[in-house]
């Protein structure tokens, strides 16, 4: 199995940037999808964003297109999620998530096996 760390939350104000990192140990990370998950305050978890295992596919939720990237760089393990113009309504723990082999972006929590602690995001005024 594989081990999933997040990074890189913090505060910021709106309109500022923050770029997270999901780092991993175990497995070999290039044969995993990732997708980058949020829960805020009295919230479900929602989808943020994802990118397919060979990085080929990538999915985004509406509300954040435009504004953040994700991406991967399989010599480090790490996939990242850069976040611009960010906005108070982004503030939540940010969670990535993993799954072996996936060719498609999974958008739904039951799409991934593996998941992370979680990082707090806060975005103020």
């Known amino acids: 199995q594989v081990q999933l760390v997040e990074s890189g939350g913090g505060l910021v104000q709106a309109g500022g940037s923050l770029r997270l990192s999901c780092a991993a140990s175990?497995?070999?990370?290039?044969?995993?999808?990732v997708g980058w998950f949020r829960q805020g305050p009295g919230k479900e978890r929602q989808f943020v964003a994802g990118?397919?295992?060979?990085?080929?596919?990538?999915d985004y939720q509406d509300s954040v297109e435009g504004r953040f990237t994700i991406s991967r760089d399989n010599a480090e393990n790490t996939v990242y999620l850069q976040m611009n113009s960010l906005k108070p309504e982004d503030t939540a723990v940010y969670y990535c998530?993993?799954?072996?082999?996936?060719?498609?972006?999974?958008?739904?929590?039951?799409?991934?096996?593996?998941w992370g602690q979680g990082t707090q995001v806060t975005v103020s005024i």
């Open positions: 990118i397919s295992w060979r990085g080929r596919s990538t």
């Open positions: 175990g497995r070999t990370f290039s044969n995993y999808a």
């Open positions: 998530a993993a799954r072996y082999k996936a060719s498609k972006v999974a958008i739904t929590r039951s799409g991934y096996d593996y």
